[in-house]
């Protein structure tokens, strides 16, 4: 079992930045392959933000956010992060940490609320 808390979350005027981080804990996080952050507007579907490979470091993050935001990794700590700047009110949503763990599918944090102003 892998349990995820996030963190960090709350309300920035646009233009802003904001960080959020992911604490992954467990007996099992050696093997979790791959760590991301999804977000959820509402009445809109879950979507990838970014997603980052645990050992090798390999980012990739939806057109929305590159260049604005950055995803990244503390395997001492397993923990990761997203680094949120240049934010915009449709940045909005609530951000759900996602770990892909190698035999036990996905795991997913209960998610913290970012509130981007205008």
């Known amino acids: 079992q892998v349990q995820l808390v996030e963190s960090g979350g709350g309300l920035v005027q646009a233009g802003g930045s904001l960080r959020l981080s992911c604490a992954a804990s467990?007996?099992?996080?050696?093997?979790?392959?791959?760590m991301a952050w999804y977000r959820q507007a509402p009445g809109e579907q879950r979507d990838l933000v970014a997603r980052?490979?645990?050992?090798?470091?390999?980012?990739n993050y939806a057109d929305s956010v590159k260049g604005r935001f950055a995803i990244s990794r503390d395997a001492a700590t397993n923990t990761v992060y997203l680094e949120m700047n240049n934010t915009k009110p449709e940045d909005t949503a609530v951000y759900y940490c996602?770990?892909?763990?190698?035999?036990?599918?996905?795991?997913w944090g209960k998610g913290t609320l970012v509130i981007v102003s205008s």
């Open positions: 996602n770990a892909d763990h190698l035999h036990q599918g996905h795991y």
């Open positions: 467990g007996r099992t996080t050696f093997a979790i392959n791959a």
């Open positions: 980052i490979h645990v050992a090798s470091g390999t980012t």
